[in-house]
């Protein structure tokens, strides 16, 4: 599963920039990058609950196969309608969704996945081990694919998102499940649905802290989708260094990771959403703006912190959500991280004509801030701490000893 992860993180970041700058090669504005990013989320608002529950009631490593398997058809279609040449915006934003689609689908069944296969006792430096492997595929992938826009063009970068999702699908393909516990059927798509919004509306650290990356992914989503890009091609010469601010950011989110496998913070989410400030430091930096090492370095401290954040809130899911409706529980978590993403990026053009750029830019670091402060006002957030992993039984301490065996995800 990390494997096939890293494979798809490779071709995704790249293609995530060659996206922009294939829409700006065909001489789009602003306002048709925002466009096409926002073509690409609002699949995610549609499609995610459903995907969710899906992937609860289905072998989750298969609907991870079928998604992929769509983001393939859609990247390979993009990547070929850019190398013919004059791509139309409606053609890119149509592939884009299709791509969105998929990612809909796919993430809950992974993010299911994952939980459902970590013991307790190993949660929060199996969580920080993929996210580790994953993110620094990230980098490799931001870094290689803004090269890559700049020797050969965005649609190579597309062609080659386009075979990592195919190498990636087919690694899913043959996982071994047999070590994760069977579910029985639910009582329908609807009931599953209901059963997964009980989960979240009785939590209030779960609801509050969903509607706060609500609002913080939709700005710096726009910041990094729309900003970012024309800030690099008019300030800081083109996509080679964008790319390189985000593969620091990808070396952060490793560091980060790094500091989890070791540091278990018995207040989980009081910590996590500490560590959400820093989001803010992209769109300032941009707003500035800073030169290139200096966006490198607030971009490296922001993703170290997601990161903590990241992996205590994987943590928290884990021990607070019964398996049986994780990928529902992450559905509705997806879904409303990403609910307000279409229509910041949509917007993030006019309102750069109508406010100007760095005021723009200032008033998503705001948000942040904003957001992320009033959160904190919330009890849960601030008091939910980390429960200790169950003791062993004897038995099963006698037979371990015996046989020579150990706990799988420990492993």
Not at 100 to 117: C, D, K, Q, R, W
Not at 119 to 142: D, K
Not at 306 to 318: L, R, S, Y
Request: aromatic share 8%; net charge neutral; charged share 10%.
């Amino acid at each position: 599963m990390t494997g096939a992860a890293v494979v798809t993180n490779l071709g995704s970041h790249g293609a995530l920039i060659a996206a922009a700058f294939a829409v700006m090669e065909a001489g789009g504005s602003g306002g048709d990058v925002g466009l096409v990013a926002a073509a690409r989320t609002l699949p995610l608002v549609l499609f995610l609950l459903i995907g969710g529950a899906l992937a609860d009631r289905l072998p989750r490593h298969r609907v991870m196969v079928a998604a992929n398997a769509l983001n393939c058809l859609s990247q390979a279609a993009f990547a070929a309608l850019v190398l013919a040449g004059d791509p139309q915006l409606w053609q890119m934003m149509l592939l884009t969704a299709l791509c969105g689609t998929g990612t809909a689908f796919f993430n809950p069944a992974a993010e299911g996945m994952l939980l459902s296969t970590v013991s307790g006792e190993h949660a929060n430096r199996a969580f920080a081990l993929f996210r580790m492997a994953t993110n620094g595929a990230g980098i490799g992938g931001a870094a290689l694919g803004g090269a890559m826009i700049a020797a050969i063009g965005p649609g190579w970068v597309l062609a080659v998102d386009a075979a990592a999702f195919a190498l990636a699908g087919a690694l899913r393909a043959f996982l071994d499940v047999s070590r994760v516990a069977d579910r029985a059927p639910g009582g329908g798509l609807l009931a599953d649905l209901r059963e997964g919004w009980v989960e979240v509306r009785t939590r209030p650290w779960l609801w509050s802290i969903v509607l706060q990356f609500s609002v913080v992914v939709a700005v710096v989503g726009a910041a990094e989708a729309v900003y970012g890009p024309l800030v690099a091609r008019d300030r800081l010469g083109g996509p080679a260094p964008w790319g390189l601010a985000l593969a620091f950011f990808g070396v952060g989110t490793i560091a980060g990771a790094v500091l989890m496998m070791a540091w278990k913070p018995r207040r989980l989410l009081l910590v996590g959403t500490l560590c959400v400030f820093p989001l803010a430091l992209p769109s300032a930096g941009l707003a500035v703006p800073l030169p290139v090492w200096g966006l490198c370095a607030v971009m490296f401290v922001s993703g170290s912190a997601i990161e903590v954040f990241g992996v205590n809130w994987m943590t928290a899911m884990h021990q607070e959500i019964p398996e049986e409706k994780f990928s529902r529980v992450s559905a509705y978590d997806w879904f409303g991280s990403v609910s307000m993403l279409p229509l910041a990026t949509a917007l993030a053009g006019p309102a750069e004509s109508a406010f100007g750029r760095t005021p723009a830019l200032w008033g998503c670091a705001t948000l942040v801030i904003l957001v992320t402060a009033l959160v904190l006002l919330v009890p849960d957030v601030r008091h939910l701490t980390r429960k200790p992993p169950p003791p062993k039984s004897p038995e099963l301490s006698t037979a371990s000893s015996a046989t020579g065996t150990s706990d799988p995800a420990g492993a």
